[in-house]
Nanobody
Framework: QVLLVESGGGLVQAGNSLTLSCKLS????????MGWFRQAPGKEREFVAA???????YYTDSAKGRFTVSRDNTKNTVLLRMNSLKPEDAAIYYC?????????????????????WGRGTQVTVSS
């Protein structure tokens, strides 16, 4: 059973940075693509960033230029470095993983294509 555990969330002032971490256990990390999603109160869960098996990275438009997703296969960990945080970035951030490479470049942002999810970590941004 694959297990994902996020960490690194917290309260930050707008303009500051935060790095989220997600550790995978119960599976061979290099077999999985990793994604970050977030959900703010009263809103649907949305895609933030993803990193594929070869390290290829994808971002939602609002994250481009501010967020960086990376993976460390030696530590079974995916990171999400978030710079220049804005109040609208506040949400619960979820890590997710998928095994299938089918249509990856077209579906990396679709939550239903991910197989396992973490419990999330809260990010709060004060203005």
């Amino acid at each position: 059973q694959v297990l994902l555990v996020e960490s690194g969330g917290g309260l930050v002032q707008a303009g500051n940075s935060l790095t989220l971490s997600c550790k995978l256990s119960g599976g061979l990390f290099s077999n999985y693509a990793m994604g970050w999603f977030r959900q703010a109160p009263g809103k649907e869960r949305e895609f933030v960033a993803a990193v594929g098996w070869t390290g290829d990275a994808y971002y939602t438009d609002s994250a481009k230029g501010r967020f960086t997703v990376s993976r460390d296969n030696t530590k079974n960990t995916v990171l999400l470095r978030m710079n220049s945080l804005k109040p609208e970035d506040a949400a619960i951030y979820y890590c997710a993983t998928r095994f299938s490479r089918n249509f990856w470049s077209a579906t990396y942002g679709k939550s239903e294509r991910y197989d396992y999810w973490g419990r999330g970590t809260q990010v709060t941004v004060s203005s």
